[in-house]
């Protein structure tokens, strides 16, 4: 398909799998870097690994194959796939997945994965030993307890649909995994020796209680780069005093983006916290004497900090206190490069705060796109 510009002439390449009375009808386009679920209009993907990159697979609707992502009877992709990226809606048993001989990706952020009663996953399944990243909608606590995704970086998960408490069932051991997005209440129930960037879902009234007593436990936090924390589908309050006292325990954070639809007024409390102290009082600090007051400052290798979806009654109360977030942090040598401000909803607005020379400039953002951890 490289050999073939799509410039110079029409070129398709297809297949089609038969499996008893089912078809599935698949287009072969040219290697790409990554599976995008945006990519050329389609909605569906298996691909397979090459030298030139991922070979993509298409299910052709026009053709008339059957869809095998939405069957009802679960019809069988080709065990030799390696990826499997879909938007459409899907309700899969888990050992659907387990006849895969080297399954890397599955991105399917509409797929509920649900356990059989007579399913019993065996720790040496292909799955749990190739797979390098995973995107669903649901996941069952019955499959994840006490197993070990060796090979797993990349993990999402909306929704948990179940009632356990946290620390009830074996950890889920995910030894290389870096970046995740998933609920409070699953987050709780994993090992993350190497995780890096994490997005959290707050589906739990004592989130700190649950943060300080099996994620902090569990997870090596202090090494945390990125954090977007979100209320998301649960309305959830955000005691201010509480985060902080997380935020205060991440020094190598770098980047934090909070969803503040639900923080606990007033939201001057949350702003001072990132004004480093005394500084208004000692004008015209050297170098020498910066590095001592960027270690009192709360997370001192910030670069970006991003509130979204933020509801500001007066919306100039705060700005004195924004300009010194940016203006003093500049001072003493703040990495600080970005402070956004996102409002409104569905329609966002997004300001920057922050001028090139470390000043306090307000400008609109366009297009001004939610943020999202890519998994």
């Known amino acids: 398909m490289a050999s073939h510009p799509a410039k110079e002439q029409a070129f398709s390449f297809r297949l089609n799998f038969v499996e008893g009375s089912e078809l599935a009808e ?9 599976l995008d679920l945006n990519w050329k209009g389609y909605t569906a993907f298996i691909g397979v690994s090459s030298s030139h990159g991922i070979v993509p697979l298409t299910w052709d609707s026009v053709g008339g194959g059957h869809n095998p992502f939405i069957s009802s009877e679960y019809s069988p992709l080709p065990r030799e796939a390696e990826y499997i990226a879909t938007v459409n809606f899907s309700v899969l048993p888990i050992d659907y997945f387990f006849s895969f001989h080297n399954l890397k990706e599955v991105r399917v952020s509409s797929l509920y994965l649900y356990m059989r009663t007579n399913t019993q996953p065996s720790p040496d399944a292909p799955l749990f030993h190739t797979l390098m990243a995973l995107a669903v909608d649901a996941a069952p606590s019955s499959f994840l307890a006490g197993k070990t995704f060796h090979k797993l970086e990349r993990y999402k998960e909306q929704y948990i649909r179940c ?17 995740l997005v998933a609920p409070l209440s699953r987050l709780a129930t994993l ?11 707050i589906d739990h009234k004592n989130f700190n209680r649950i943060w300080e007593n099996h994620l902090a436990v569990n997870a090596n936090l202090s090494g945390l780069r990125l954090l977007h924390l979100c209320v998301h589908f649960y309305h959830v309050p955000l005691p201010t ?33 990132f004004v480093p102290r005394d500084v208004q009082r000692t004008p015209g600090l050297n170098q020498s004497s910066r590095g001592s007051w960027i270690s009192g400052v709360l997370c001192p290798r910030l670069e970006s900090l991003q509130l979204t979806r933020l509801r500001l009654v ?24 970005s402070f956004t401000l996102c409002f ?13 020379d470390g000043s306090f400039i307000m400008e609109e953002v366009v297009p001004a796109l939610e943020f999202q951890l890519v998994i």
């Open 163 to 179: 009632s356990d408490n946290p620390g009830q069932n074996p950890l889920t051991e995910m030894p290389v995994c870096t970046r």
């Open 344 to 356: 409104g909803w569905p329609e966002t607005k997004k300001w920057e705060l922050i001028g090139t």
């Open 241 to 273: 005093i509480e985060i902080i006292k997380i935020l205060g325990l991440l020094p190598m954070l770098e980047t934090l983006v909070l969803d503040s639809r639900y923080l606990v007024d007033p939201y001057v409390i949350f702003f001072e916290v």
């Open 191 to 201: 090992k993350l020796p190497q995780v890096c960037e994490l997005g959290v879902f």
């Open 26 to 34: 698949w287009i072969v386009h040219e290697p790409v870097e990554r």
């Open 314 to 337: 007066e919306q100039g109360k705060p700005m004195p206190v924004l300009n010194d977030i940016v203006t003093l942090r500049a001072s003493i040598g703040s990495p600080l490069k």
